[in-house]
T-cell receptor, first 114, second 107 residues
Framework: ETGVTQTPRHLVMGMTNKKSLKCEQH?????MYWYKQSAKKPLELMFV???????ENNSVPSRFSPECPNSSHLFLHLHTLQPEDSALYLC?????????????FGQGTRLTVV | QQPVQSPQAVILREGEDAVINCSSS?????VHWYRQKHGEAPVFLMI?????EQKGHEKISASFNEKKQQSSLYLTASQLSYSGTYFC????????FGTGTSLTVIP
């Protein structure tokens, strides 16, 4: 248990579906992140939020839409995904986005797009 | 853009030592090291900051050569629990995870 909780742990969705991934942290951190981990590829940073404002967007397709309503919660809204979007989506948090302190990762959501 | 790690995979016997290297084509600002076991979240191991400061909470050590844009993680007297995939992360203006090193410790 790292203090970062992701739900659901597994998700299967069709290409026309809309779903959301949820991440919650109770560590008092101010920065939250979404990462994508595909098979045989390095983890890729998708989004960074600091104090609920997006500070980084690594050219992620618009079919992925993040939302950070407060410093403890982060969502990733998904719509019209492609099969190649199937991956493990990891949420992380750290004290700040300067990353001079450790980041804590959630267990991830295993997403399968059919 | 992703740092390249070497070796890609290594098998050790309990008690042996290992070195994992992380080389970046971009300047390294600070380097984070993580270990991920199959089906689990990455777990923080160490941060190396410019100026030589290190922050970690396990019995491991690491080096950070800014000029060579390299970092190395040193695992000594390996234990079975050290098995997993090790990643470095370059956390400068943008964050890039390394290609990963699979480490297996056998009895």
């Amino acid at each position: 248990e790292t203090g970062v909780t992701q739900t659901p742990r597994h998700l299967v969705m069709g290409m026309t579906n809309k779903k959301s991934l949820k991440c919650e942290q109770h560590l008092g951190h101010n920065a939250m992140y979404w990462y994508k981990q595909s098979a045989k590829k390095p983890l890729e940073l998708m989004f960074v939020y600091s104090l609920e404002e997006r500070v980084e967007n690594n050219s992620v397709p618009s079919r992925f839409s993040p939302e950070c309503p407060n410093s403890s919660h982060l969502f990733l809204h998904l719509h019209t995904l492609q099969p190649e979007d199937s991956a493990l989506y990891l949420c992380a948090s750290s004290q700040d986005s300067g990353r001079n302190t450790e980041a804590f990762f959630g267990q991830g959501t295993r997403l399968t797009v059919v | 853009q992703q740092p390249v790690q070497s070796p890609q995979a290594v098998i050790l016997r309990e008690g042996e030592d290992a070195v994992i290297n992380c080389s970046s084509s971009k300047a390294l600002y600070s380097v984070h090291w993580y270990r991920q076991k199959h089906g689990e979240a990455p777990v923080f191991l160490m941060i190396l900051l410019k100026g030589g400061e290190q922050k970690g909470h396990e019995k491991i050590s690491a080096s950070f050569n800014e000029k060579k844009q390299q970092s190395s993680l040193y695992l000594t007297a390996s234990q079975l629990s050290y098995s997993g995939t090790y990643f470095c992360e370059n956390t400068g203006n943008q964050f890039y995870f390394g290609t990963g090193t699979s480490l297996t410790v056998i009895p």
